[in-house]
Each structure stands twice: as C-alpha cells, then as structure tokens.
C-alpha cells in the first residue's frame, strides 16, 4: 500500500504536537482546554498539509518512474490539484491569523523553506549539506509555530530543546541518506548539536530527563544500521 506514508505523515505530525504539550506541560509552564487543544490541532494538521501536495508536485516525475505514491499522479488534473492545495493554503492561513500575526508569520516561512527543499530551481533536498541545514531551520520554524499557535509564546519550549529537536531531525536524514550520499561535514555538525544540546537539557530540564533519555540510543542505532555509501 503505497499511500500508507500519508497516514505516516497525518500520525507523524499528530505526535508531534501532543510530544509539544506533553513536554510543556512536565516543564509545569502554560496549561490548555480541550478547545483550544483541538482547535490548534485541526489549524496545524490543515495548515501543513499544503507542504506535501508541493512536495509530490516537485517529486512527481521521480515518483511515477518508482511507482511511488503521489498526490500529483493520483489526482492526475492540475486543476483539481492546484485547486485543493490552494484551498487547503487559504483555510490554514484564515485559521492561523485568527490565533495571531505571528504565527501567520512562522507558517509563511514554514512555506518558504519548504518550498526551496523541494521546488527547482534550489531544491536543496539534493544538495548534501543544504539539504539537512534547511530540514534544520524548517524544524526550528516548526516548532516555533507550534509554540506560538498554541501558547502565543515564543518561548513555550526552551531554546535548548528545539535545537535538540531541530538538530535530531536534520541528523535524521543525514544518517538515512547516507546509503547513497555520506556527507560527513552534516554529521560532524548536527551530530555536534544535538550532543550539546541533549546533554544540556538533560542537565538543566530534569522534569523532561525520562522523556528524551532515548533519543541518543535511538539515533546511535541508527548510525548503526546505516552503512555509509562506498
């Protein structure tokens, strides 16, 4: 089943945001209703959906040469297409202004540093080094978004464990790719990152100690398990 990696994404991104929560709310700083819990949700998820129709349209050559799925091919009309991505774009900016100007400022760049990953002419996705430095930043803007839509705060999380989860993300796909690509210069940097900065919060943020104890064996068995490319 092809299109299992859109239910990935959905899920991904729904862990993502209660992870936020649940690590504010061990750091014992802001509390939410279920309201806005469940607004925040829904403005999020539509929000960063238009990110992937972008995304299949960039790769969607690749992906029909793979047999990959694609919303691009599987809808096969640019019309429609363009029409549900734009529609998906217009509702997730109305929601997102109705929370603050700042978090429709976040979610612009959101757009912007996706859309240099994936849109020719930059598409930095296929230039090693770019690559994880700009999955970096759209992580950072991420959870800054977060931070903002669901606590009007910048500060909601502190600084220290959105680089940690910025630089796992950027590490992530370092590791991943390097069956075809090694790039040592990523590794050495966002490896160095996420060191500093997990063992920085495990040291000061002991309330969230238990919560990411696991991301260093997790990704040292990553490293593991991905051979680099000869």
Known sequence: ????????????????FFLFIFSVNLLNKFYLNNYSILFCLITYLISYTPIYFINDYADNEEDKKYDKANLFNKINNKKIFWGITSLLMIVGVILTLKISVSSLFLLILLYIFNAVYSLRPLRLRNKPVLREVAIFFIYMVKMFYLSVILYSSFTALPLLIILMSASTGALSVSLYKRHSDRVKTSEILFGSIFIISWLLTELFYKQTFLLFLPLLPALIFLAIISPPFK
């Open 1 to 16: 089943m092809k299109e299992i990696k859109y239910i990935s994404h959905f899920l991904r991104n729904i862990y993502l």
